[in-house]
Structures are given as C-alpha cells and as structure tokens.
C-alpha cells in the first residue's frame, strides 16, 4: 500500500502581477512549488502529481520530470482540479493521497507527517491539517461535534458571527482514504452560484456518509499561509528568512545585526562563525568554524573552509580553503578553487581556476582559466588574457612566482617555478624557471614634444 500527493499548481494569481504561473513566483529565491514538492518529500511522499494551469509550460518545464502533473484547462474549482489527477490517483488505491495547495511554502514535511500518524491512528477516511491562527478572518472555519470530530468546514462568507470568532482554520491541505477520495469526487456537482467544484464537497459527503472525519491541529499556525500578491510573498520570505536564521544563531552562529541577511534552508555554517549585515547565503553552500562573512557578500553553492574573511565577496560554484582572505569587492565565478592562507584583494575577479596555498593577488587583477602554483604574488593590474575570440586557454604559473604589476599574460602560456615577470610586460611566451621577462619596448624621451606641439593643457 503506498500514498501519494497531489499538488494544486493551476492558479493565475493575478495579483501578482507576474508573467508566470502564482507557484513559480519566490520565496527566499525559490519557487513556491518547489518548497510545497520537498515538504511532501520530508514526509516521504515521494509520488507526486501537479496539478498545472496558467502558463502551464512553463511549469512543467520547471518541473522537468521531477514529478507527474495533469493539466486544468479551465479552473472550475478545486474538486475539479483534483478531478484532472484521477488516473494518477487510481494507481494508489488502498493507500491514501494527500492534497497540497502548491502556494503555501510554510507547509512542512513534520506537519504531513504527524497527520498522517494520526489519519492512520485514528481510522479517518478525511483528515483535515487545521491550524489556530491569530487572525482568521478569509479562512474557512473547523467545526467540530461534541466528540471533536470534524462537523463541517465553513467558509468566511457563509459563516455566523459565533463561527467567525472560531480560530481554528482549514489549511487547505487533506489526507484522503484514497478510495474515499476517488469515490466523493465522482459525486461532486457544481450547483453552486460560482459553477465550480469544490474539494470541501468530498469532506461534506464523507461525513453524510458517516464515514469519519477530524482535523488535526498543526503546532505551527503558519502552515496555513499562502501568497496572493507581492505583499502576503514578503510576509512570507520574512517568516521564513527568520526560522532559518534563529536555526542558525541556535546552532551557535554569530548574527549581531539580522538587516539585509538570507540564509537559505540548505546552507550549513558552523560555529562562531560571524554573518555581517547585507550577506545572502544560499543554495548548497557550506561554510566552516571562526569565519567573517560580509558585510554584503553572496555565495550560492560555495564552500568554506574554516578562520576565513570574505568582505564583500560573491562566489558561485567555489571552494575557499581555510586561512584565507578576500576582499572587499572580490568575484569567485563557478569553478573557482581557492587554496589555505590565500589572499584576494580589492577588485579581483576569479573565473574557472585554481590558485594554491599561499599566494597573493592583491588588487585590480583578472584571473581567468588559470593554475596559479603555491606563494605566487600578482601584482597589481594584472591580467591573463584568455579568450583569443574563439577559445579559452589555459595560463600556468609554477610556485613562488611574482609577477610585476600591470603583466598581460597571453595564454596559452606557462611560467615555471621562481619566475619573474617585470612590471608592464605583455607574455606570450613561455617563461623558464628562475627568469626574470621583460617584455616592453625601452623607454624614449622626446625633449620639448610637448611645447613643439602645443599639447600644454589650460590649468584654469
């Protein structure tokens, strides 16, 4: 017997505003979808049907396979979007089927989960995941008979003053006996002054059918909330910008100032690490003990390694060894692979090369498609100029290097252990061990040039 969920993706959301379907739009730079398919996933319901809509391509690229989906061409409620999934759902009869909205990112895997226990638990055809909420106002309210099993679902504008001050809500999100669900779903009508299909029309007939109903209450009131514009998606990302940073300062990590930080929920930092104002921490990004990250750094699938500074750093797809410091203004692009007690400098981009323990690029310096060796010194100005308009080459550069300020290096070229490069030069050949190049025209003075030319500038 195995469960399955199915994800209502369908709606516009047209107070958005967006040229995309509501549950691509971000929270914490995710998609809201995406959070609603890994709850599921915590809970281990990992057989997954979403329910697409609006701009369905678009999803359905997004989704690429990672789950099953059904498409609604027309949206006739939330009964007859789930109505676009019974072939999928048919193929787990005798388990149960969960139904999630595919805008509400705050559901969590430990919320499904324990309302499943309890479905089981208590033999529930329907189980309604409920919640107490401050303010109830919009949501459908939770009646419960004398014994506390679930009496109906009222919606705000139907509901008597007496059911308006009842605080506990209807989340949106349901585990069905499967077979229950399949059943009340062929009964449904849509003889109702909106002409469309209602889930809570399945809740409705399972309880004149006697079978049993209940709603179990989540510890976290948040599981309810949903996105309908830019406004309730910033409550949203706040709530959830909050969760992961108290999970990261209980965790031991230093947050003296919270403004401007986002950590995402993979990001894993350790302790007495310090995150500075400004700094974004996302993706598969792990960063080691004693660090100072930021102010106004962002890393996205970056590793860190332990006692390290990155002032004003961004990193994509990186590695940082221990020991190290970068910045201010540094740029790690994807394949860059920093050794220990390496130091980066102001203005200083690193694309898709790898610079070994020890060495020093101070400032204003490109280094791209290069294998810098151990305790090598750039200068300032410097620039490995890979690109010959068609391909990308490779520069080498041995240990204990010093290359002079403002040296092209012409790749592909190699520079061998202790070489020296002098200041101005443009290398395009290779460089031996222990060798100093010098690649620049001798310098000429043109006496009195200037006033022969009448090049003196007005000071004034």
């Given at each position: 017997m195995k469960n399955?969920?199915?994800?209502?993706?369908?709606?516009?959301?047209?107070r958005m505003k967006s040229n995309k379907p509501k549950a691509l739009c971000e929270v914490l730079f995710k998609p809201m979808i995406d959070w609603t398919i890994d709850a599921a996933g915590d809970a281990e319901v990992d057989d997954i049907c979403v329910v697409t809509g609006h701009l369905h391509e678009m999803l359905e690229e997004h989704l690429a396979g990672k789950t099953k989906t059904a498409f609604q061409a027309e949206r006739l409620g939330t009964g007859h979007a789930v109505m676009q999934a019974v072939d999928f759902i048919e193929e787990f009869k005798g388990g149960n089927t969960l139904i999630l909205n595919g805008d509400c990112p705050l559901m969590d895997g430990d919320t499904?989960?324990?309302?499943?226990?309890?479905?089981?638990?208590?033999?529930?055809?329907?189980?309604?995941?409920?919640?107490?909420?401050?303010?109830?106002?919009?949501?459908?309210?939770?009646?419960?008979d004398a014994g506390g099993f679930l009496k109906e679902i009222v919606e705000e504008k139907d509901a008597t003053p007496k059911q308006r001050a009842i605080n506990e809500v209807n989340s949106g999100a349901y585990w069905f006996k499967t077979d229950v669900l399949l059943d009340t779903l062929s009964k449904i009508t849509n003889k109702n002054k909106q002409h469309e299909y209602y889930l809570t029309d399945c809740i409705e007939i399972a309880i004149q059918n006697g079978l049993q109903t209940s709603a179990f209450t989540a510890q976290n009131p948040d599981v309810v909330l949903g996105a309908n514009d830019r406004i309730q998606l910033l409550d949203l990302n706040d709530k959830l910008r909050y969760k992961f940073l108290q999970?990261?300062?209980?965790?031991?990590?230093?947050?003296?100032?919270?403004?401007?930080?986002?950590?995402?929920?993979?990001?894993?930092?350790?302790?007495?690490?310090?995150i500075l104002p400004g700094t974004v921490l996302l993706g598969d990004t792990k960063i080691g003990k004693n660090c100072i990250i930021g102010p106004?750094?962002?890393?996205?699938?970056?590793?860190?390694?332990?006692?390290?500074?990155?002032d004003n750093v961004v990193a994509e797809q990186s590695k940082v060894g221990s020991g190290c410091d970068l910045g201010p203004f540094v740029h790690l692009r994807p394949c860059s692979q920093i050794g220990k007690e390496v130091h980066i400098g102001n203005f200083v981009e690193i694309k898709n090369s790898t610079i070994d323990n020890g060495t020093k690029v101070s400032h204003l310096t490109y280094v791209g498609d290069s294998d810098l060796g151990k305790n090598i010194n750039m200068g300032c100005g410097c620039v490995t100029v890979n690109f010959d308009g068609q391909k990308?080459?490779?520069t080498v550069i041995g240990d204990?290097?010093?290359?002079?300020?403002?040296?092209?290096?012409?790749?592909?070229?190699?520079?061998?252990?202790?070489?020296?490069?002098?200041?101005?030069?443009?290398?395009?050949?290779?460089?031996?061990?222990?060798?100093?190049?010098?690649?620049?025209?001798?310098?000429e003075n043109k006496v009195g040039w200037v006033k022969k030319k009448n090049k003196i500038r007005n000071m004034e």
């Open positions: 399955c969920a199915v994800i209502l993706a369908g709606g516009q959301g047209k499904i989960q324990n309302a499943l226990s309890y479905h089981e638990r208590h033999g529930n055809a329907v189980t309604v995941i409920s919640a107490n909420v401050e303010n109830p106002f919009g949501y459908g309210r939770i009646i419960r999970e990261q300062m209980l965790a031991g990590v230093d947050i003296p100032c919270s403004e401007g930080i986002i950590i995402g929920p993979d990001v894993e930092i350790g302790t007495d690490t310090r106004n750094s962002y890393l996205t699938d970056t590793v860190v390694g332990n006692d390290v500074v990155l990308k080459h490779r204990g290097t010093f290359i002079g300020c403002n040296t092209n290096l012409i790749s592909p070229v190699k520079l061998g252990k202790f070489a020296y490069t002098a200041a101005g030069s443009t290398i395009y050949e290779d460089v031996p061990d222990y060798t100093l190049a010098i690649a620049r025209n001798r310098q």
